[in-house]
């Protein structure tokens, strides 16, 4: 099993271009989440998807939007990058609803806006 | 809003000794603890999980401690080794936001040979 799949691994982007990022998982997980990291900042939650055919806001969900494709995919898409936006960005699913349930990450997607 | 506070940002310690790092979380209705080890360039894993209903939890040399009272819990690493140099995340979820999962900021943790 390959777990949680994310790409692209890394992209270097100019301001106002856009970009969809991929995730897909082959647990059979209802729950997904995308999650960006910066130094000193822990994670934090930009949107999550509970289910299936649902989608809701995080902490920081300014400047993104999201597609849960199917129960599999859930993608992130950046549609006027900025250089704020420059970060590593997480991908995670659960099994369930993610507060009561560990969550299983992907590599990780390191994004650098010029 | 939710909020969990880490401590400390760095810790260094010789192999062979202990590692304690600590969190407080703000939502009295978080229920589940767990702990994440991210080694540099990868991806967050998680190492050890405590939910409120239980006070304290072992895995080898690992073990977490939850004190729901003081809204705090910690995570502490005996006879650690060079291989567990990493960044560690706690977290608390479950609360009144109910889908949310809160991260600390994390602890560098360097263990020296």
């Known amino acids: 099993n390959a777990g949680v799949t994310q790409t692209p691994k890394f992209q270097v982007l100019k301001t106002g271009q856009s970009m969809t990022l991929q995730c897909a998982q082959d647990?059979?997980?209802?729950?997904m989440y995308w999650y960006r990291q910066d130094p000193g900042m822990g994670l934090r939650l930009i949107y999550y998807?509970?289910?299936?055919?649902?989608?809701d806001k995080g902490e920081v969900p300014n400047g993104y939007n999201v597609s849960r494709l199917n129960k599999r995919e859930f993608s992130l898409r950046l549609e006027s990058a900025a250089p704020s936006q420059t970060s590593v960005y997480f991908c995670?699913?659960?099994?369930?609803?993610?507060?009561?349930?560990?969550?299983?990450f992907g590599d990780g997607t390191r994004l650098s806006i010029l | 809003g939710e909020n969990v506070e880490q401590h400390p940002s760095t810790l260094s310690v010789q192999e062979g000794d202990s590692a304690v790092i600590k969190c407080t979380y703000s939502?009295?209705?978080?229920?589940?603890f767990p702990w994440y080890k991210q080694e540099l360039g990868k991806r967050p894993q998680l190492i050890i999980d405590?939910?409120?209903?239980?006070g304290e939890k072992k895995d080898q040399r690992i073990a977490v401690t939850l004190n729901k009272t003081a809204k705090h819990f910690s995570l502490h690493i005996t006879e650690t080794q060079p291989e567990d140099s990493a960044v560690y995340f706690c977290?608390?979820?479950?609360?009144?936001?109910?889908?949310?999962?809160?991260f600390g900021a994390g602890t560098r943790l360097f263990v020296k040979a």
């Open positions: 995670a699913s659960s099994e369930r609803q993610g507060g009561y349930q560990p969550q299983h």
């Open positions: 647990m059979n997980h209802n729950s």
């Open positions: 998807s509970a289910s299936e055919g649902t989608t």
């Open positions: 939502d009295s209705a978080s229920n589940y």
């Open positions: 405590i939910r409120s209903n239980v």
């Open positions: 977290a608390a979820g479950g609360g009144t936001g109910g889908f949310k999962t809160i």
